[in-house]
Antibody, heavy 122, light 108 residues
């Protein structure tokens, strides 16, 4: 059964870089049919797609975050990572990793990690 | 437009049928997927494609689409269906993924 687990600091100072890792178990991250995504959810608000990556290196970012985001993949560790630079309080959110599956005229996120709360505060 | 629009809140009486909608230009090109998020939990996939349910999702959940509107229908709502529901699809002009703002379902 495919599972994803986020890890990383729960507290980041303003202007610093948020770094998170997602460990994939139960399947290879090199599966050519899968993309690997980051999504976030500020407290009490909706979901926001951050970006996704394919094991071949194909990447897509949310234009609103593109100047500050780097998503990378480490196939040897079956992990992918998120870096968000120059964070502010507005970046406080629960960060989720998820598999993004393309289908017939459809894309779906399944499964999701449990999420990790990252608070930006001094 | 690269947005998906959902009603912020919907209510339904226990055992009745409710439909939650999602509107956006991208839905002319791509089916919506629907996810359920119970309080304090991560989202889980409910419906994808034309009307597909992952293993373990009850058949009271169904999806449909027409034009720029996708719909999630719950037939015979249960107390445990009280949750937030999100639609998502790919943007029709590039490789971005879009989420609706979410609909909070209250089961009365």
């Amino acid at each position: 059964q495919l599972q994803l687990q986020e890890s990383g600091p729960g507290l980041v100072k303003p202007s610093e870089t948020l770094s998170l890792r997602c460990t994939v178990s139960g399947a290879s991250i090199s599966n050519t049919n899968s993309y690997w995504a980051w999504i976030r959810q500020p407290p009490g608000k909706g979901l926001e797609w951050i970006g996704h990556i394919h094991s071949t290196g194909i990447i897509s970012y949310n234009p609103s975050l593109q100047s500050r985001v780097i998503i990378s993949v480490d196939t040897s560790k079956n992990q992918f990572s998120l870096k968000l630079t120059s964070v502010t309080a507005a970046d406080t959110a629960v960060y989720y990793c998820a598999r993004l599956l393309p289908g017939d005229w459809n894309y779906r996120f399944d499964p999701w990690g449990q999420g990790t709360l990252v608070t930006v505060s001094s | 437009s690269s947005e998906l629009t959902q009603d912020p809140a919907v209510s339904v009486a226990l055992g009745q049928t409710v439909t939650i909608t999602c509107q956006g230009d991208s839905l002319r090109s791509y089916y919506a997927s629907w996810s359920q998020q119970r309080p304090g939990q991560a989202p889980t996939l409910l419906i994808y494609g034309k009307n597909n349910r992952p293993s373990g999702i009850p058949d009271r959940f169904s999806g449909s689409s027409s034009g720029i509107t996708a719909s999630l229908t719950i037939t015979g709502a249960q107390a445990e269906d009280e949750a937030d529901y999100y639609c998502n699809s790919r943007d029709s002009s590039d490789n971005r993924q879009l989420f609706g703002g979410g609909t909070k379902l209250t089961v009365l």
